[in-house]
């Protein structure tokens, strides 16, 4: 029965992250559905998951047909220059994790909007030189989202992976000689993606481009209104681990 509770209640409750998780779950889903788009529609390369753009190069290189290494490279590429904007965002936000999470989100929020114009324009399929315009634009905003979660060290909400998630599920177990872990987060976080891979791979499938491009840019807007409108309290949420607390007496505004 304990374990059945822990995998029914909110997994995060009590641990002090505030609606940190219930919006880095939202992202979490978000990945699923660009993922899809771009695996689906985009040269079978992936905006997210970089171990599976590694091993298509390797296939790709090694002759396999129907992947591109110049699209997993290019995949590789913008999404390691994505990650590097949000390690700058990071270091000039400051500790505060509410105006991070705002700031780093409405900032690749733009550019899904720019992809779902895009996919619109130039129409389905998408000719080759405007796919890797999409996969550059998809990479970079996934990288920066995988920067800012990292950053942000909520547990088990990386965002864009889930390797290690699901390796604590089973490791962590009683079964595995484990203590049992938290696997309510993990499974949160599972959930997540694969319902938004599942949603953006039949919208893709039944429809086009632009319906999964649109929902992933309308849930990344919702991720950006929510943070800013919980950014300006002082709960313990916000502020980064090791950060130091702020003084009662100083001022509100500066606080933000």
């Keep these: 029965m304990s374990g059945l509770r822990e995998l029914t209640r909110w997994p995060w409750a009590g641990t002090g992250h505030g609606p940190l998780p219930a919006l880095l779950l939202i992202l979490t889903a978000v990945t699923g559905i660009v993922d899809a788009v771009s695996y689906i529609a985009l040269l079978h390369v992936f905006v997210a998951n970089m171990t599976g753009n590694v091993i298509f190069l390797g296939f790709a290189l090694a002759g396999a047909p129907g992947l591109s290494a110049t699209a997993s490279a290019v995949s590789l590429g913008s999404f390691l220059l994505g990650a590097v904007a949000g390690g700058q965002i ?5 500790t505060h994790r509410g105006r991070h ?25 998408p000719p080759l030189g405007a796919r890797y315009v999409l ?3 998809l990479a970079m905003t996934l ?17 864009t992976v889930l390797t290690l998630t699901l390796t604590g599920v089973a490791s962590d177990s009683r079964l595995g000689g484990g203590t049992g872990g938290h696997p309510g987060r993990r499974l949160f976080a599972v959930g997540a993606m694969f319902a938004g891979a599942l949603i953006g791979a039949l919208l893709v499938v039944e429809v086009n481009l632009v319906p999964p491009l649109a929902l ?8 950006v209104i929510s943070a800013h409108r919980l950014s300006p309290t002082d709960g313990d949420w916000v502020r980064a681990a090791g950060a130091p607390p702020w003084p009662a007496s100083q001022p509100e505004k500066a606080r933000k």
């Excluded at 999470?101 to 399929?125: D, Q």
């Excluded at 992933?216 to 991720?223: N, S």
């Design 135 to 137: 996969i550059v634009t």
């Design 143 to 159: 990288g920066l989202q995988n920067a800012t979660a990292r950053r942000l060290a909520v547990p088990d909400l990386t965002t």
């Design 90 to 94: 990071a270091a000039h936000v400051g």
């Design 101 to 125: 999470l705002r700031t780093a989100t409405a900032i690749g929020l733009p550019l899904v909007l720019f992809a779902v114009i895009e996919a619109a324009v130039v129409g389905n399929p």
């Design 216 to 223: 992933a840019a309308v849930l990344m807007a919702i991720t």
